[in-house]
């Protein structure tokens, strides 16, 4: 997924080997010393918090879920009590990324490798009991079909948006923590009559109640 443009092509060029010959360290130091923590429990995730209710569950295709290669998958529907409203929510989360053979898979490459057309790319800041968090809003569209995406990188530490900051607080909490958990958060809104306001709307306000119950949830 491609989401918010945080450097220009030629600092993140420079960067890339940078990011490699981190991991490589992380490889080196946490290897063996490494402490993940167990999976959540998946029949403990709620369906409902906030305003909002499990609507439906969305199973993922066997193929996905192989290419995904999370620990633990959640896709699923809810709807906002109140208003009506659909939101749904996507949680892959990886119990280690040790030596980079399994980390989340960025929406800014899965999006539109499945033919969606990147329209908006930015960040939002999403008001939460816990704190406001800045996160990636994407808005696509494929065939007349428009959507709102939010996404983050949830560690026991931090919300992350950028993809190049997570790989950063990836070598910074695997020296201090001995642990390289994480999960990728995403958020889908359908923009229909509202357009991209509305499903923006939606969208932060799934995403604020979601924040302080993922927190519980996963590890910490």
Same mark, same amino acid.
């Given at each position: 997924m491609r989401c918010m443009p945080v450097t220009n092509p030629k600092w993140r060029g420079a960067l890339v080997p940078l990011f490699l010959a981190a991991q490589i360290l992380v490889a080196h130091v946490v290897a063996g010393r490494e402490h993940p923590p167990p999976p959540p429990a998946l029949a403990r995730f709620p369906v409902a918090f906030g305003q909002w209710k499990l609507?439906?569950?969305? #199973? %993922?295709?066997?193929? $996905?879920?192989?290419?995904?290669?999370?620990?633990? @998958?959640? *896709?699923?529907?809810? %709807?906002?009590?109140?208003? *009506?409203?659909?939101?749904?929510?996507?949680?892959?989360?990886?119990?280690?990324?040790?030596?980079?053979?399994?980390? &989340?898979? *960025? &929406?800014? !490459?899965? @999006? &539109?490798?499945? /033919?969606?057309? &990147?329209?908006?790319?930015?960040?939002?800041?999403?008001?939460?009991?816990?704190?406001? $968090?800045? $996160?990636?809003?994407?808005?696509?569209?494929?065939? /007349?079909?428009?959507? !709102? $995406?939010?996404?983050?990188?949830?560690? #026991?530490?931090?919300? %992350?948006?950028?993809?190049?900051?997570?790989?950063?607080?990836?070598?910074?909490?695997?020296?201090?923590?001995?642990?390289t958990d994480t999960a990728l958060v995403r958020v889908t809104a359908w923009s229909a009559g509202g357009g991209d306001v509305e499903a923006t709307a939606v969208a932060t306000r799934f995403a604020g109640n979601l924040y302080p119950m993922l927190r519980e949830y996963l590890p910490r």
């Open positions: 609507f439906r569950g969305d #199973p %993922i295709e066997a193929a $996905i879920a192989r290419e995904l290669n999370a620990d633990r @998958l959640v *896709s699923q529907t809810y %709807i906002e009590t109140s208003t *009506s409203s659909f939101a749904g929510l996507l949680v892959a989360w990886f119990q280690t990324q040790r030596e980079g053979a399994r980390q &989340p898979h *960025s &929406p800014k !490459v899965c @999006l &539109p490798g499945a /033919g969606w057309t &990147p329209r908006v790319v930015d960040e939002v800041t999403v008001e939460t009991a816990q704190g406001d $968090i800045t $996160i990636n809003r994407y808005v696509v569209d494929n065939h /007349g079909q428009r959507a !709102v $995406i939010l996404y983050w990188y949830h560690t #026991p530490r931090r919300v %992350i948006a950028s993809e190049w900051a997570a790989k950063f607080w990836l070598v910074s909490d695997a020296l201090r923590d001995q642990r």
